[in-house]
């Protein structure tokens, strides 16, 4: 055999002895759902077991449809050229529980919205503040929060998303259930044992 194939072969046995090492020791550390559905039935009772099963230093990291955005009542409001200038929203503080929607992608070519079936898909919705709340009541750490936006340039090349430019459709959360040794000094804290050390 060539020193290539030989060279290759060798990259090839370590490459696997190391994926089969790291699938034999890995512990869970990220959990992430990208469907709002994966957390939103049962909401409390998801993310106590994702902070159970996470080790300690892990983290959780979901999307959902933004809270203040995906209301109940929402209407697109459009100018004279078919921009959207505002999202008319209501009764954000009532919650959903698997009432039914019907949809089908705004981008699909007309004829395949008309040929195509819509989709069906139960909505669970919770405010933002229920939403935080739960994740602190659980246990976790809140990281980090963004609200996704697209750049001038996307909506040039895609225009149907240029309403992503007024609200934001999304929420990303990344919460990190905190390490035992600092859950241990907050818990000797809060009993009035003494600070937690750094």
Not at 87 to 109: C, K, M, Q, S
Not at 144 to 168: F, I, L, N
Request: with cysteine.
């Amino acid at each position: 055999a060539s020193i290539e194939r030989v060279a290759l072969a060798l990259r090839s046995r370590a490459e696997a002895s190391a994926l089969r090492q790291i699938a034999a020791t890995l512990e869970l550390e990220l959990a992430q759902a990208q469907h709002e559905n994966a957390l939103l039935i049962e909401t409390g009772r998801a993310l106590s077991e994702a902070f159970r099963v996470l080790k300690p230093g892990g983290f959780l990291q979901f999307s959902i449809t933004h809270p203040c955005f995906d209301t109940p009542h929402r209407r697109n409001l459009r100018d004279g050229k078919g921009l959207t200038y505002a999202i008319e929203v209501g009764d954000y503080f009532r919650n959903l529980e698997g009432d039914v929607t019907e949809w089908i992608f705004g981008a699909a070519p007309e004829e395949l919205k008309q040929a195509l079936p819509r989709f069906r898909t139960p909505r669970f919705t919770r405010t933002v503040g229920q939403w935080m709340n739960l994740l602190i009541e659980t246990g976790f750490v809140i990281e980090r929060v963004e609200e996704p936006r697209p750049s001038d340039e996307t909506v040039r090349k895609c225009p149907h998303v240029q309403d992503a430019q007024v609200v934001a459709y999304f929420l990303h959360v990344r919460a990190r259930r905190p390490r035992a040794d600092r859950c241990l000094n907050a818990a000797e804290a809060m009993r009035g044992r003494g600070p937690a050390s750094g």
